[in-house]
Nanobody, 128 residues
Framework: VQLVESGEGLVQAGGSSRLSCAASGFTFDDYTIGWFRQAPGKEREGVSCITSDGDTHYASSVKGRFTISRDNAKNVVYLQMDNLKPEDTAVYYC???????????????????????WGQGTQVTVSS
């Protein structure tokens, strides 16, 4: 399983950026993909996720500003981030979990522990 994140790293406040998570080495259609982020000195937190059925979940801090989508033909998940704020500055990671349901995600509070596969992360810096 390989996950590789990419996207624009430096954005001004109020601007937009789109992150991509390219997946390989597994049956992409069977997996829920999540986006997480970790700011300096803080714990890694869930941002958004999308199941194999296309169900989506967003953290309250990004709801209405971020949009997650997936292209199963290309094995890619996107995170469109609009109206970015300085507090969105963090390393962003994508993660994968096989057949993880939205019920499990909400019951387990979108924990990092339910995603066994992780990318290396990509830095996003939002300047004020």
């Amino acid at each position: 399983v390989q996950l590789v994140e990419s996207g624009e790293g430096l954005v001004q406040a109020g601007g937009s950026s789109r992150l991509s998570c390219a997946a390989s080495g597994f049956t992409f259609d069977d997996y829920t993909i999540g986006w997480f982020r970790q700011a300096p000195g803080k714990e890694r937190e869930g941002v958004s996720c999308i199941t194999s059925d296309g169900d989506t979940h967003y953290a309250s801090s990004v709801k209405g500003r971020f949009t997650i989508s997936r292209d199963n033909a290309k094995n890619v998940v996107y995170l469109q981030m609009d109206n970015l704020k300085p507090e969105d500055t963090a390393v962003y990671y994508c993660a994968a979990s096989r057949r993880l349901t939205m019920r499990a995600i909400t019951d387990l509070r979108f924990s990092t522990t339910i995603f066994p596969y992780w990318g290396q992360g990509t830095q996003v810096t939002v300047s004020s």
